[in-house]
Structure formats: structure tokens, C-alpha cells
């Protein structure tokens, strides 16, 4: 009859199922051939909605969330669902890094999209705990994580392995003890991706 407890109880139990989901689908993404299905997006539109999604998780944790989008920024042909799921993938490990450092300064992320020629630019960037040499290594390989049980090993790799068939490119800029950029360049086009 505790609301207090019902209320964390349910709020452990929507944790776990989206770590459960976020498991399934690495390792879905892991085992399939991916066939892309191609769709044509504003990008301002489609950066706004993946921002959307993350603020009220920033917020929850006191996090300052920051949105630079550059203006008309046009449009791009690409697999929603997977270019989506890469960023995603990517504020979600912004606000794990934010989350785990105990240093006492405030946190925040600063989510951009740019435009670069014939592609589209997008980053992540975390003030969180960052990466030694070592982590920045062997990041984007299959199943290391720096998590430790809370992560597969998968979420990076897949998302490097999928830009790349994107015909896009991922870079990481990262320190320990002061943050990570991810910076995702999309070409705007499928004709300049990778078959």
C-alpha cells in the first residue's frame, strides 16, 4: 500500500525492460543482415524528435541538455530506424557517462547537426567520466564494454558497423575524467552510401 515504493518499483521495472529491449535488439542487429529501408526526412525535423525523446531522461538526472541545430539544414534519404537507433544509442551512453562520474561538477550534453557538403554531421558530446587509451581501443569492437553487466559489447560496434554500410563515418574524441564526442557524418543521399 506504499505509493513511494509502487512508484520506484515500477520505475525499476521500466528500467530493466529497456535495458532487456536495448540487449535484444544489439544482438538482433548483430545476427541479421541489415536491408535498409530508405526514406526521405527533413533532417531539422528528425534531429528535434530524437532530442525529444532524451530530454526528460537528461532532466530526471540533472543533466543540462543542449540542442544546436544549424538552420535549414534540408533534407536526407537514409533507414530512420537505423540512423535513429545509432544516435540513440549514443545519448544513451552520454547520459550513462554523465551518470557515473562522481567528480561533483555539473554534468551536461550538447547534441548538433550540422551540414557538410553532401553529407549530414551529427554529434554527441558528454562532460561525463570519458575514456583512457584503452577503452578508446577497443570500443567499437564486438563485446567489450566499459559497463561492465550493464552492457553488451554490442551497442558501438553495431553502430559503426551500420553507418559504415550507410556509406558514413563515425569519429570519438574522448579523455578520461573529461568527456566524449561522438561525431556521425550521413551522407545525404543512398547513392553515396555503401552497397
Known amino acids: 500500500d506504499n505509493a513511494a515504493e509502487q512508484a520506484e ?7 530493466m525492460m529497456a535495458r532487456i529491449r536495448r540487449m535484444v535488439l544489439d544482438i538482433l542487429h548483430y545476427a541479421k543482415v541489415q536491408d535498409f529501408q530508405w526514406q526521405r526526412l527533413a533532417v531539422t525535423e528528425f534531429a528535434e524528435e530524437l532530442a525529444a525523446a532524451f530530454m526528460s531522461k537528461a ?6 541538455f543542449d ?11 537514409v533507414d530512420a530506424g537505423v540512423v535513429r537507433a545509432i544516435i540513440s544509442n549514443l545519448l544513451d551512453n552520454a547520459i550513462d557517462a ?14 548538433r547537426a550540422s551540414g557538410q557538403g553532401d553529407a549530414v554531421v551529427f554529434a554527441v558530446e558528454d562532460n561525463g567520466i570519458g575514456m583512457d587509451a584503452d577503452t578508446r581501443a577497443k570500443i567499437f569492437t564486438p563485446f567489450y564494454t566499459s559497463k561492465g553487466s550493464r552492457g553488451t559489447g554490442l551497442g558501438l560496434y553495431i553502430s559503426n558497423k551500420l553507418l559504415a554500410q550507410h556509406g558514413g563515418s563515425i569519429h570519438l574524441d574522448s579523455h578520461a575524467g573529461q568527456g566524449t564526442c561522438f561525431t556521425l557524418s550521413v551522407p545525404r543521399t543512398p547513392s553515396l552510401a555503401a552497397s
Open 9 to 15: 518499483g515500477l520505475e525499476m521495472v521500466g528500467f
Open 59 to 64: 532532466a530526471a538526472n540533472e543533466i543540462a
Open 67 to 77: 540542442c544546436q541545430f544549424e538552420p535549414k539544414l534540408g533534407e536526407f534519404e
Open 98 to 111: 554523465c551518470i557515473s562520474d562522481t567528480s561533483g561538477r555539473a554534468h551536461a550534453i550538447t547534441f
